[in-house]
């Protein structure tokens, strides 16, 4: 039964990553057609990441309220409504209005679910997890440029997620006699009577602030690579929008093969390690971008920063309960998903001005900016958490 359940948040977090690319490969199709700039995609980034930020923030009163499974049920059936909004839309006030319901959608099931497997799981789970997602993100851009190719619109891209989220909804509905059964118990290890922790709490402890400031680098530089990257190709390499929007996959297709990859490794190395490797190979892809030899460094350069990516972002979590404990682990995550959706929701768009105002071309510049950041927080990380 523990293996089904561990089967059921797989599906689970490929249903989180299956809308997460599609803003981006679709985007080069929509602004035009909507007659708005292209650093607007920035904006429905904010929003969406905005409504993450506040259902993370909500995940643990959530998930004591409704447990695990209700909230994951509830989660993606509300990303699936918001999918299907999209594809009904026509205008840029519909996209931002669908996109609260789109990142409500994610915020608190992401944390209960990487929380739960932290405490109860190896690190090698945690990795295939999050493969899990990378599927999703690496489905969503092939779907929206089969769309594309063959001739229909991006609204019916967005229409045939919304459908594949529909269906995941139906299977985590049939699954909640199982979450009730296995995930009740599991949440009852690590709920206990002390209070829960204030933000004020959690900022006193050793490395909190560090690990914060992390996870707003990591998924600002996941975020940014990810939206920008088709928009790269198109204004930067001469690509067709439609081509443009398929090569995108190439970076989420780069983590979901790092993260499985990254399962086995783990078996060697440990989290620490694993991180440095992934920064490590972040720095190389990026520097390929920035050499001039076209579309053809662009998409080395791409997967190779995907299977950076791969590790970082699972292992900073599983590292977590090593870090500040079991006990702190629930609130620590929680906090850590709020801060890694405040990246997402401040430096997409931020990039988006530099490329409207300044020039596309600085994206491989502002992605090792951000690769910098991390690298030297994670360092501090260690040293204060050491034990």
């Known amino acids: 039964m523990t293996h089904l359940l561990l089967l ?32 607007y995609a920035g ?41 299907f909004g999209f594809s009904i839309s026509h205008s840029f006030w519909q996209l931002c209005l669908w996109a609260i319901p789109y990142g409500l959608g994610a915020g608190s099931v ?5 929380n739960y497997v932290a405490l109860h799981f190896a690190s090698r789970h945690m990795s295939w997890l999050h493969c899990m997602w990378g599927v999703g993100a690496s489905v969503g851009p092939y779907i929206m440029g089969y769309a594309l190719t063959g001739g229909q619109s991006w609204q019916m891209g967005y ?40 933000l004020h709490e959690i900022f006193l402890i050793p490395g909190a602030k560090e690990v ?59 989290d620490t390690q694993m991180i440095h490797l992934g920064l490590a190979i972040i720095f190389i892809g990026i520097v390929i971008i920035l050499l001039p030899f076209g579309t053809g460094s662009t998409m080395t350069g791409l997967i190779l920063i995907g299977l ?37 929701l401040l430096m997409p768009p931020l990039f988006g001005l530099i490329a409207n105002h300044i020039s596309i071309g600085l994206y491989p510049v502002y992605l090792l900016t951000i690769l910098l950041c991390m690298a030297v927080m994670h360092e501090r990380l260690i040293r204060k958490t050491a034990h």
């Open 8 to 39: 059921i948040i797989y599906i689970s977090f490929i249903s989180l990553g299956l809308p997460d690319s599609l803003l981006g490969s679709a985007w080069p199709s929509i602004y035009p057609e909507l007659a708005v700039p292209v650093s």
């Open 110 to 114: 992401d944390a209960s679910l990487n």
């Open 308 to 344: 950076g990516c791969a590790p970082v972002y699972p292992c900073i979590i599983h590292s977590t309960p090593d870090h500040f404990g079991a006990d702190r682990s629930q609130a620590l995550i929680g906090v850590q998903m709020a801060s890694a959706y405040i990246g997402v």
């Open 43 to 83: 904006m429905i980034s904010m929003i969406i990441a905005a409504g993450t930020i506040i259902s993370s923030l909500q995940s643990d009163r959530l998930t004591r309220k409704l447990g695990s499974g209700k909230v994951t049920a509830i989660s993606v059936a509300t990303t699936a409504l918001a999918l």
């Open 212 to 270: 914060l400031i992390t996870f707003f680098g990591y998924c600002a530089l996941e975020q940014t690579a990810g939206l920008w990257a088709s928009s790269y190709m198109v204004m930067k390499n001469g690509l067709t929008t439609e081509k443009a929007a398929s090569l995108a996959s190439l970076f989420f297709i780069g983590i979901t093969i790092g993260r499985a990859i990254s399962g086995f490794v783990t078996m060697k190395l440990n």
């Open 159 to 198: 229409r045939c997620i919304a459908v594949l989220q529909i269906f995941l909804t139906v299977i985590l509905i049939f699954s909640l006699p199982l979450w009730k059964n296995r995930l009740a118990a599991a949440d009852g290890d690590t709920d206990n009577s002390s209070k829960p922790l204030s």
